[in-house]
């Protein structure tokens, strides 16, 4: 189970009253993401991911992938 800590409490879940969103890195072992800073406000949002610029997986360049559309 994943917990977080609002003002040095354990919860495992919150109700937001505003928009925040919980931005997760594509290479969940090796990226900073919301697990590290914390979650994002939606007016901090300016894009959204539309192509991918680079893949590796498992050392290897991932050529097939690069500029691919992201469903």
Do not use: C, H
């Not at 919980?22 to 969940?28: A, S, V």
């Amino acid at each position: 189970m994943v917990f977080f800590y609002i003002d040095n409490k354990k919860v495992t879940t919150y109700t937001f009253k505003q928009n925040y969103y919980f931005m997760m890195g594509d290479n969940r072992n090796g990226t900073l993401d919301s697990r590290a800073w914390g979650f994002v406000p939606e007016e901090n949002i300016i894009g959204k991911v539309q192509y991918v610029l680079y893949s590796n997986y498992q050392d290897k360049f991932q050529w097939n992938r690069v500029l691919k559309n992201v469903n």
